[in-house]
């Protein structure tokens, strides 16, 4: 899990803002849309593991609420899904539960 961190924290700190800088440079709006979406919904996964390590160093089983993934951006919610995503602004009927 801490491997699993790491890399998100890689990713939403360097990977991802690098990639959102060449796409502006270039004025490719598109890739820097979807790259700052994908941007937001590794900040959520980081969320998830945290909680994942923090379950395990208690010696306990994570208890996650329905997990809603919207299909357009990527962004993860937990319970229920919203009624808009506040990443991309899709409808909840974009959202798949799991």
């Excluded at 890739?31 to 994908?38: D, I, L, N, S």
């Excluded at 996964?45 to 994942?52: C, D, F, T």
């Excluded at 951006?73 to 009927?93: Q, Y």
């Amino acid at each position: 899990l801490q491997e699993a961190i790491e890399g998100e924290t890689f990713e939403v700190e360097e990977m991802y803002p690098a990639y959102i800088k060449v796409a502006e440079e270039e004025q490719e709006k598109g890739a820097e849309t979807v790259t700052k979406w994908a941007l937001e919904a590794e900040k959520v996964h980081a969320v998830l593991y945290r909680k994942a390590k923090e379950a395990v160093a208690k010696g306990q089983d994570i208890e996650f609420k329905p997990v809603h993934v919207c299909q357009v951006c990527g962004f993860t919610a937990e319970g229920e899904a919203p009624d808009i995503c506040p990443v991309c602004g899709a409808l909840k009927e974009k959202f798949k539960g799991f």
